[in-house]
């Protein structure tokens, strides 16, 4: 007599079961995808803060909370509104003044525009921006200066949320160094001086060179 075999189908997942399997695969992929994204960016700054010979020791200081940019309105000299976060996509070098623009704040835009220029070829992933905390109206000799800058009116308040000078030091004192992802990620000394520029150079050809896996010039989709 044939031995009969039967296959019995398994029974059908209850709702709740399915959606819940579903959720927990669709977190999964989720997750894997946010970690090879941001895998280049974890490699490159582990090289950078880690593995870096002791005699590169950074002449900026290193930040290690890295605030992200604030979900705050900025404004540009001729009054048009934009996000703030706009400025994300690109290494900035930032400095901060009130709009009068004394003999420190044309210093720092004078070292801005220099270090940038220094930069030769790779100059173009590096934008320097001026973050203008009050509203008094600009020189008009700074304007052609700033023709390759941004410019823009932010709230006092909504920086000092965000950068914070060393101790013993005002805002408008330093420049500071943000990230393509938007977080600031060093701050140069105070005062910076022209003696001293090479050596803030330095740093931001290392942080160039680090990130050159992942970061290229100009903002995405722009």
Same mark, same amino acid.
């Given at each position: ?10 029974p ?23 970690a ?9 700054y ?30 540009t000299? *001729?009054?048009?509104?934009?996000p ?5 996509g690109?290494w ?5 003044a009130g ?5 420190a ?17 790779e ?13 008094a ?5 700074l ?7 941004t ?23 330093h ?13 140069m000394p ?7 520029a090479?050596?803030?150079k330095?740093d931001? *050809?290392?942080l160039?060179?680090a990130?050159?896996?992942w ?7 722009g």
């Amino acid at each position: 007599m044939p031995l009969e075999m039967t296959i019995h189908g398994l029974p059908p997942l209850q709702p709740g079961v399915a959606d819940a399997r579903r959720t927990r695969s669709g977190r999964w992929k989720m997750l894997a995808v946010f970690a090879v994204c941001a895998a280049p960016v974890v490699a490159s700054y582990f090289t950078y803060y880690v593995l870096r010979p002791g005699q590169q020791r950074s002449f900026g200081e290193l930040i290690a909370a890295q605030p992200a940019l604030p979900a705050a309105t900025a404004t540009t000299l *001729d009054g048009v509104a934009l996000p703030l976060q706009s400025l994300k996509g690109q290494w900035l070098l930032v400095s901060v003044a009130g709009g009068g623009c004394g003999p420190a704040c044309e210093n720092n835009l004078y070292l801005q525009r220099q270090l940038r220029e220094a930069l030769g070829r790779e100059k173009e992933r590096l934008d320097r921006v001026w973050l203008v905390s009050d509203g008094a109206d600009v020189p008009g000799h700074l304007r052609p200066a700033l023709a390759q800058a941004t410019v823009l009116r932010v709230p006092e308040a909504v920086l000092r949320s965000w950068l914070q000078p060393s101790p013993g030091h005002a805002l408008q004192d330093h420049l500071y160094v943000v990230d393509p992802q938007g977080h600031w990620m060093m701050r140069m000394p105070a005062n910076l001086g022209k003696a001293d520029a090479g050596k803030a150079k330095r740093d931001l *050809d290392r942080l160039l060179r680090a990130s050159a896996s992942w970061d290229t010039a100009g903002r995405p989709g722009g």
